[in-house]
């Protein structure tokens, strides 16, 4: 009687070519997947510029009750490369229209102690992206300015005096003030188009 001899298990593997072709695929969909990818990060980070001017805003609005002065925010959208910037200037005194603001504002931000905090729109890019700030009702600008009462004044120059008024003799604010954040690069706008409110007599907002 002849013994029976155990069969070899036989051990799954890959062929070089198997191998081969599960790396090509790999390639195709990274590269397939990449600009997505780049784009969907290039759009967060409009949404971190927006949060951003959030933050700037909520940071003059409480700072001026903290230390009881009034803090001007300066909006320029033709600062910074054409990009635009917001401003945070620290006064003397609890009144909008008692500070020599031109005076504190001097020379700009840099090296200048009254001012506290800014963002700038030419210090905000990713990749090829870039991302401008608007105010859409002020296309030439506007000044922001909290009392340490709460209560919130503007103006759209500085030849003219600050009006805590929700209309001045140009126009109306309805209600509050609106921003926006656009990411763009050399082909155009690209993504969604983040827009920040800043209600007369509340805290600063992303708007949904």
Avoid: K
């Amino acid at each position: 009687m002849g013994f029976l001899r155990p069969s070899r298990s036989r051990v799954a593997a890959f062929t070089l070519l198997e191998m081969m072709v599960v790396v090509g695929v790999i390639a195709v969909v990274a590269a397939a997947a990449a600009p997505s990818i780049g784009s969907a990060r290039a759009d967060a980070r409009a949404q971190e510029v927006a949060l951003d001017m959030v933050r700037l805003l909520r940071r003059a609005r409480s700072a001026s009750a903290g230390y009881g002065r009034a803090h001007l925010v300066i909006f320029d959208p033709a600062s910074d490369s054409g990009n635009g910037s917001l401003t945070v200037y620290r006064g003397i005194n609890n009144r909008c229209n008692a500070n020599d603001w031109p005076l504190f504002i001097g020379g700009g931000c840099p090296g200048n102690d009254m001012c506290i905090d800014a963002v700038e729109g030419d210090q905000q890019t990713f990749g090829t992206s870039n991302y401008r700030m608007r105010a859409p009702d002020f296309a030439g600008g506007m000044q922001v300015c909290f009392e340490p009462t709460g209560i919130t004044r503007w103006r759209r120059t500085v030849a003219t005096a600050f009006t805590s008024n929700n209309v001045d003799g140009i126009g109306s604010l309805n209600g509050g003030f609106r921003f926006t954040v656009q990411r763009y690069n050399g082909e155009g706008d690209q993504g969604v188009t983040r827009r920040v409110v800043l209600p007369l007599g509340s805290d600063a907002r992303i708007q949904r």
